[in-house]
Nanobody, 129 residues
Framework: QLQLVESGGGLVQPGGSLRLSCAAS????????IGWFRQAPGKEREGVSCISSSGGSTNYADSVKGRFTISRDNAQNTVYLQMNSLKPEDPAVYYC??????????????????????WGQGTLVTVSS
């Protein structure tokens, strides 16, 4: 069963940085596009960033462009989200999910041309001084 495990969240001051990891269990990631999502209390889940299976194509929500960087290390079976210049509006539970088909954006939502799978428990990011 395809399973992803998110880690790397924590408490950081405004302007600080965190690197989130999305590790695959039971399968190899190199055939899958990966999306990062977040959900803050009382809000709907939104897309943050996505990366193609090769890593050659990346996309970001407007709210994180220039601050977040998505990358992947297929040899380590892991996708990363480097988050810099964190803002008070960034706190949320961050999730990753995999898609065997391409991912695309519609508004602030990441969709799969197939379906998203492997949702983990998420990792909590808190930004506070």
């Amino acid at each position: 069963q395809l399973q992803l495990v998110e880690s790397g969240g924590g408490l950081v001051q405004p302007g600080g940085s965190l690197r989130l990891s999305c590790a695959a269990s039971g399968f190899t990631l190199d055939s899958y596009a990966i999306g990062w999502f977040r959900q803050a209390p009382g809000k709907e889940r939104e897309g943050v960033s996505c990366i193609s299976s090769s890593g050659g194509s990346t996309n970001y929500a407007d709210s994180v462009k220039g601050r977040f960087t998505i990358s992947r290390d297929n040899a380590q079976n892991t996708v990363y989200l480097q988050m810099n210049s964190l803002k008070p509006e960034d706190p949320a539970v961050y999730y990753c999910a995999a898609s065997i088909l391409k991912l695309y954006w519609s508004g602030n939502i990441i969709h799969s041309r197939g379906y998203l799978q492997g949702w983990g428990q998420g990792t909590l990011v808190t930004v506070s001084s």
